[in-house]
């Protein structure tokens, strides 16, 4: 049974950083390609970042460019997301994901929101932007 647990949210002010974690548990990691997709007070589902399985290629929301840093460690099963400058509109669940892509589409990314177009989805790590 396959597994997403994500960590690391919480209550920060504006301008600061967190950093949010996501294991996998009960496949092999490495096969993988992750998101980061997040869901504001009264908002649908936004898809933020992504990472190809080898996690040697990424993409993000334009909101989050040069902000929020995603990285896959495929020896520890663990996906990250850096955020800093974080603003009060970053305020949302974020929620890790995992597609399983064809093995020849070794550096495709997930840039889709829908839970649809995901294998497995995490239960949220809820981060509160606020001074």
């Known amino acids: 049974q396959v597994q997403l647990v994500e960590s690391g949210g919480g209550f920060v002010q504006p301008g600061d950083s967190l950093k949010l974690s996501c294991l996998l548990s009960?496949?092999?990691?490495?096969?993988?390609?992750m998101s980061w997709v997040r869901q504001a007070p009264g908002k649908g589902l936004e898809w933020v970042a992504g990472?190809?399985?080898?996690?040697?290629?990424?993409d993000y929301e334009d909101s989050v460019k040069g902000r929020f840093t995603i990285a896959k460690n495929n020896a520890e099963n663990t996906l990250y997301l850096q955020m800093t400058s974080l603003k009060p509109e970053d305020t949302a669940v974020y929620y890790c994901?995992?597609?399983?892509?064809?093995?020849?589409?070794?550096?495709?990314?997930?840039?889709?929101?829908?839970?649809?177009?995901?294998?497995?989805w995490g239960q949220g790590t809820q981060v509160t932007v606020s001074s």
């Open positions: 009960g496949s092999t990691f490495s096969m993988y390609a």
């Open positions: 990472i190809n399985r080898g996690g040697g290629f990424t």
């Open positions: 994901a995992a597609k399983k892509y064809p093995i020849g589409d070794y550096y495709r990314i997930n840039t889709l929101s829908s839970r649809l177009e995901y294998d497995f």
